[in-house]
């Protein structure tokens, strides 16, 4: 797949300590090997220990020595995010970059027929987690002479439209505090930024879509590349910024597919 720009150098990240929180999903999974290509250490973070042991070995695979780090966002205090942040200095040394690939959807649904608890543990695990994880880890990332933190957002054209529920809000939210954060850091070594993948053929695609045949869309791979690239002093360029790759493939089809709205009336989402 053509990256363009996007496509990082493979020694990109070499020496490096970098975080990927939702390391369980397919982005998550992509970044970390992408970034364990380019020469950095991972440490997994995600809730699903069999998967992210089997990412480890795979990993191991690949001649890195990168570290499970299990934690659920959705219950995860601020004083574990602080002992996380402990025991990545203790095993790691350091740490050089962050990409928060977790993301909590739950299908489209209708903000009415919403119960308040589950649009709170998405705006919990997309917003809160990040900016206590981020928090938590800031003094190590400050002492890096070159460190990076990068979000993951969705396409408000996309998610700010209806269904997409508390999933849709917290992108916006999540971009106005990678705003917030890129500002006060700016004269820091960290560099704030976000990524906008197009769609990708994952399993939180597919919880909206449930229909629409396979290779549709990339695959989280094609956008990993893109991460290192943010990771990477050369990402310098999109500090503050979202960035949104270009990646073959990424455009819509042209035939449109059916969505899936199983509360909704007709009118539909793209
Ligand atoms: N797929 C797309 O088309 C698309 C488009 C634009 C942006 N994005 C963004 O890309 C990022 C990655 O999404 P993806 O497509 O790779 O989806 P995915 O495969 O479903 O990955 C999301 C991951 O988040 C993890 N997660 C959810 N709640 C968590 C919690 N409480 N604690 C720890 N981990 C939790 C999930 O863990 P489990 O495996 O344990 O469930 C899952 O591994 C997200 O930020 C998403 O918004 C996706």
Partial sequence: MSMGASTPEPAALAGRVILVAG??????????????????????????????????????????????????LLGASAADYAQMAARIGEACGRLDGIVHAAAEFQGLTPLA????????????????APFALTQACLPMLRRAADSAVVFVLDDPARVGRAYWGGYGVSKFALRGMMQV?????ENSPVRVSALQPGPMQTGL????????????????????????????????????????????????????VSIDLPMAPAGGVS
């Fill in 23 to 72: 390391a369980n999903g397919a982005l998550g999974e992509s970044v970390a090997r992408a970034c364990v290509s380019a020469g950095a250490n991972v440490v997994l973070l995600g809730r699903r220990v069999p998967r992210l042991q089997r990412l480890h070995d795979a990993l191991v695979a690949m001649g890195s020595q990168p570290a499970i780090y299990p934690l659920d």
């Fill in 181 to 185: 954060w890129a500002d006060e850091l």
């Fill in 113 to 128: 027929n919403t119960e308040p608890v589950e649009f709170a543990q998405a705006l919990h695990v997309n917003v809160t």
């Fill in 205 to 256: 695609r597919a919880k909206a879509f449930m229909t629409e045949p396979p290779g549709t869309w990339p695959p989280a791979d094609a956008y990993a590349g893109a991460c290192v690239h943010l990771l990477s002093p050369a990402g310098a360029a999109h500090r503050g910024q979202v960035w949104t790759p270009r990646i073959d493939g990424s455009q819509p089809p042209a035939v449109a």
